[in-house]
């Protein structure tokens, strides 16, 4: 059998240890990486290797030679240009004849590799995926598989609302010689985001193997050490290079150790080595060659490449050195720090915390070095959150931050194109918006200046001008201490995840686009688009329909865009409204002026909240059930669209309209692109945001607003009579504390518990009991959570099923 190892990769996450190196030469208990997958198919008797490069490709073809060194022969395949991992294979197309192995360069396992191929043939697999259940899923493709191992769905790379299991794709695959017909020549494609979603959309021999044996991709610097760890603990199958002397204690030839060191095991030390006096060596250790350990310093749990120097009195703890670096006396290296090749940290400096430090730096003497070295912002191992990217001002969102953050986004995007850019007239969004200015034009993107123009005129600008996007720059909704930065793409919708995820390569990767000063994109004012905006919104609403007395407050005391006054809109349809002020209880103010309606705008003018004429405030879910009722009675067509979460009551009403209802994602790109893509006349997000998709695909205050106002205008009845007409329902909301690592198992063990009911899994997973009653269960992609939303046909059996599955959830938790 033949096999072919990817190793064009670049290896991003594991910078700096892979700024010289690609990740395939990474050294795992100083052998890279590559090593141990090449003895694992010697171990089974796969010795025709073949390997693709890209990536520093000298540094393999020097190390492996053609492979008979290491008793296989190895052939070579250079990628000028990515290819992708189904396209790169199909580029060697040649090389195989029969059942081959593909597996990836930067994987480390013990996988019986005999049983997989049995099982594979047993199948009668057109391709085998070999599995893992892994704590942490969304970083890999997770896949489901049927009694019989065939994959039922598959997903690369999912949000926390599509991890429906733990299962997860290794990147160690068998194929059929016919899966050559499946993969187009020259062209990049990719395994798991193309060609096995494609294999199972025509319900092709696509299995899953679940493997119990030991697999890690070390895809990031964590993982990196956990693998050194995993190893000492003897959790995986692999050789060891050294002699073992007490109790798990390797050590390599011509080490010498001082009678007055003190090793404690698990611990590897590699040839040539020098510990010296009372010089401690703690658990779960790795020495490269030629490392000098000095006088009275102390390790502990790190991992310590080639012929590094560690001085007197140093202690390190958790950390990783690279090779050939020189640590004088008293320095301080806290857990998750690493320091790249040939830097120099001076005497009684301290690295703290997760600091990277690049190759070839020199930190001087008594330096504390609490941030990265280049860019002097933490470590962040995501920057999108549910909605953009959201931090504590001044804290996680800094300047530097926001430069940095500016820079990638315009990396991401062609030289010379333009966006448009705006912040709210807060201090700090003002501030951070001129820095991420510069970090924009530093990549040659030219910027047009929005001022304080609130996000869906942003997005309203985008589309009119034809720009390549938008950014906004906001306080958040529920925290005025933190921030708020919105992408937006070309449509105006919020970017993504695909460029989420390029904009957090490039972030973390600190490889920008630097132009010449002669190419600085441009910061152009923007041209004022109220008339334009205003020309499109007099099409869109009818005028003079009805007689109509609204109370309008603004959070702000105005609204943030001054140039339109949505009072002046409303007169013109008909409606008289009073201005309330900042010290007016609007509630009570709609009573004394016996209004019919009042509205209230918040801060960020993106969302609006409905006060009935009795003076009560509708719940944000309320006002979206009666705003969907007053759409469906006013149009004589046309259907809408609802996240998952939302009452079933909205179901009954389209179908007593004859219209049909999409449920989506809660996330606002997958309800405007459900919307655009089906051409849907009303949409809501059940947060005080509305879309009239014909109008903009954007949620527009105003544009609901003026809709409200002119569907009301129309009623002959009160909204809380109106309102009283719809039945009855019944939801409750809550969220329990659920860690990272258990997330993916909870959601599978419900899937299998339930998976003869009737289960949606659109977003999270949602149960529909035959009494019309659902539970909904959904990961929180920021927080350790699982969130609940439960409808039931009465309050108390709403609680009773959120009291039922909270306690289920709660013992799977703690199984």
């Given at each position: 059998m033949k096999a072919m190892i990817m190793a064009a990769g670049v290896g991003t996450r594991l910078r700096p240890l892979t700024c010289r190196i690609p990740k395939p030469m990474v050294p795992v208990i100083n052998k890279p990486v590559m090593e141990h997958v090449i003895n694992l198919l010697v171990k089974y008797k796969v010795k025709d290797i073949i390997v693709n490069l890209h990536h520093y490709p000298d540094s393999i073809r020097d190390y492996f030679g053609d492979g008979s060194k290491f008793g296989v022969s190895l052939h070579y395949s250079y990628e000028e240009k990515l290819m992708g991992?189904?396209?790169?294979?199909?580029?060697?197309?040649?090389?195989?004849?029969?059942?081959?192995?593909?597996?990836?360069?930067?994987?480390?396992?013990?996988?019986?590799?005999?049983?997989?191929?049995?099982?594979?043939?047993?199948?009668?697999?057109?391709?085998?995926?070999?599995?893992?259940?892994?704590?942490?899923?969304?970083?890999?493709?997770?896949?489901?598989?049927?009694?019989?191992?065939?994959?039922?769905?598959?997903?690369?790379?999912?949000?926390?609302?599509?991890?429906?299991?733990?299962?997860?794709?290794t990147g160690v695959y068998i194929f059929e010689t016919g899966i050559f017909k499946e993969i187009p020549y020259g062209e990049e494609y990719d395994f798991g985001a193309i060609l096995f979603p494609k294999?199972?959309?025509?319900?092709?021999?696509?299995?899953?193997?679940?493997?119990?044996?030991?697999?890690?991709?070390?895809?990031?610097?964590?993982?990196?050490?956990?693998?050194?760890?995993?190893i000492l603990q003897k959790k995986v199958n692999i050789n060891i290079t050294g002699t073992e002397k007490g109790k798990d204690i390797w050590i390599g030839d011509g080490t010498i150790i001082h009678p007055d060191a003190k090793i404690t095991g698990p611990v590897i030390i590699g040839r040539n080595c020098n510990v010296e006096e009372d010089a401690e060596i703690s658990e779960f250790t790795t020495l490269g060659d030629n490392v000098t350990i000095g006088k009275g310093s102390s390790i502990k749990r790190c991992v310590i490449w080639d012929n590094?120097?560690?001085?007197?009195?140093?202690?390190?703890?958790?950390?990783?050195?690279?090779?050939?670096?020189?640590?004088?006396?008293?320095?301080?290296?806290?857990?998750?720090?690493?320091?790249?090749d040939g830097s120099t940290i001076g005497q009684k400096a301290v690295i703290k915390t997760n600091v990277r430090v690049w190759p070839d730096k020199i930190i001087e003497t008594g330096v504390t070095l609490s941030t990265s070295l280049i860019w002097g912002e933490k470590w962040r191992k995501n920057l999108f959150g549910f909605s953009g990217v959201f931090g504590k001002a001044n804290v996680e969102i800094t300047p530097e931050f926001a430069a940095k953050l500016g820079t990638a986004y315009a990396t991401c995007l062609s030289k010379n194109s333009s966006v448009m850019l705006s912040a709210s007239g807060d201090k700090m969004c003002k501030m951070l918006k001129r820095v991420m200015e510069g970090g924009i034009i530093s990549a040659g993107v030219n910027i047009y200046d929005a001022d304080n123009m609130p996000s869906f005129l942003n997005q309203f600008a985008v589309i009119a001008k034809g720009v390549s996007g938008g950014v906004y720059i906001n306080k958040a909704l529920h925290d005025n201490n933190s921030i708020s930065i919105e992408?937006?793409?070309?449509?105006?919708?919020?970017?993504?995840?695909?460029?989420e995820k390029k904009i957090e390569k490039v972030f973390y990767r600190e490889e920008f686009i630097r132009v010449m000063p002669s190419e600085f994109g441009k910061i152009i004012p923007s041209e004022k688009f109220e008339k334009s905006y205003m020309a499109e919104i007099n099409n869109f609403i009818n005028k003079g329909k009805g007689n109509l007395k609204i109370i309008l407050r603004y959070e702000n005391g105005v609204f943030p865009f001054t140039d339109i006054k949505v009072e002046k809109l409303l007169n013109e349809i008909g409606c008289e409204v009073i201005l309330a002020g900042n010290d007016d209880e609007i509630g009570s103010l709609v009573v004394r002026e016996k209004a019919q309606i009042g509205i209230r705008v918040d801060t960020q003018a993106e969302r609006f909240y409905i006060i009935d004429e009795n003076g009560v405030e509708l719940k944000s879910e309320h006002a979206l059930v009666l705003m969907i009722y007053l759409v469906l009675k006013n149009s004589m067509s046309g259907d809408i669209a609802v996240p998952v979460n939302i009452s079933k009551i909205v179901e009954d009403m389209a179908l007593k309209f004859n219209r049909k209802l999409f449920r989506t994602k809660r996330e606002e790109r997958h309800l405007i692109k459900t919307s655009m893509d089906n051409n849907l006349i009303f949409s809501g997000m059940g947060?005080?945001?509305?879309?009239?998709?014909?109008?903009?695909?954007?949620?527009?205050?105003?544009?609901?607003?003026l809709k409200l106002a002119e569907f009301i205008s129309g009623e002959k009845e009160k909204i809380s009579k109106i309102f009283s007409t719809i039945p009855e329902y019944y939801i409750e909301v809550n969220e329990i504390p659920c860690p990272w690592e258990y997330k993916g198992r909870i959601l599978q063990d419900i899937i299998e518990e339930y998976k003869d009911?009737?289960?949606?899994?659109?977003?999270?997973?949602?149960?529909?009991?035959?009494?019309?009653?659902?539970?909904?269960?959904l990961q929180d992609p920021e927080e350790p959570f699982l969130h609940l939303w439960v409808e039931g046909n009465t309050r108390k059996k709403a609680e009773e099923l959120l009291g039922k599955y909270k306690e289920k959830i709660t013992q799977l938790i703690n199984l």
């Open positions: 991992t189904a396209g790169g294979v199909k580029k060697v197309e040649h090389f195989f004849d029969d059942t081959f192995l593909v597996l990836s360069g930067d994987g480390l396992s013990d996988i019986n590799i005999e049983e997989a191929v049995e099982f594979h043939k047993s199948k009668k697999a057109l391709a085998t995926i070999v599995l893992k259940e892994v704590d942490f899923p969304l970083e890999y493709g997770v896949v489901i598989v049927n009694n019989e191992g065939r994959i039922t769905r598959f997903l690369e790379k999912p949000s926390w609302g599509e991890v429906f299991s733990n299962t997860a794709n294999l199972l959309k025509e319900k092709q021999r696509l299995f899953g193997y679940i493997t119990h044996n030991y697999w890690c991709d070390i895809g990031d610097l964590p993982e990196y050490r956990q693998t050194h760890y995993d590094t120097y560690i001085s007197e009195y140093d202690e390190l703890r958790g950390c990783i050195i690279g090779k050939n670096c020189f640590m004088e006396g008293g320095v301080t290296i806290y857990e998750g720090a690493v320091i790249g992408f937006f793409d070309s449509q105006g919708l919020n970017i993504d995840r695909s460029m947060d005080g945001r509305y879309l009239f998709a014909k109008f903009k695909s954007v949620f527009d205050p105003i544009v609901s607003i009911s009737n289960i949606e899994l659109i977003d999270g997973v949602k149960i529909n009991f035959d009494s019309g009653e659902w539970i909904l269960i």
